[in-house]
């Protein structure tokens, strides 16, 4: 069975930092992209960023771009998120998630992940 655990949320002020961290278990081992999505309250889950396992490539949300930047060490089989420049409408729990098929693009789409973590909550305060 399949496990993602996140760590690394928690309260900051606008304009701070967090770095959230995502490792992974069990079928995983051949997810072929890790990546983050959020979701704040009363709103669908949205695409944050994902990296391919094999080469690093990287696709991020146009809302975070500039600002996160994602990271993996394939042999902790961790994925990592780093948020700087926080704003408040960054609040949201943010979930870890792996997909198992390789493609020559970056999924964005919540569909194309088969393995989700719990989520952790990010709160940036204003």
């Known amino acids: 069975q399949a496990q993602l655990v996140e760590s690394g949320g928690g309260l900051v002020q606008a304009g701070g930092s967090l770095r959230l961290s995502c490792a992974a278990s069990?079928?995983?081992?051949?997810?072929?992209?890790m990546g983050w999505f959020r979701q704040a309250p009363g709103k669908e889950r949205e695409f944050v960023a994902s990296i391919r396992k094999s080469d690093g490539n990287v696709g991020y949300a146009d809302s975070v771009k500039g600002r996160f930047t994602i990271s993996r060490d394939n042999a902790k089989n961790t994925v990592a998120l780093q948020m700087n420049s926080l704003k408040p409408e960054d609040t949201a729990v943010y979930y870890c998630?792996?997909?198992?098929?390789?493609?020559?693009?970056?999924?964005?789409?919540?569909?194309?992940?088969?393995?989700w973590g719990q989520g952790t909550q990010v709160t940036v305060s204003s």
């Open positions: 069990g079928r995983t081992f051949s997810s072929y992209f």
């Open positions: 998630a792996a997909r198992g098929s390789d493609s020559d693009y970056i999924p964005r789409f919540r569909y194309m992940y088969a393995y």
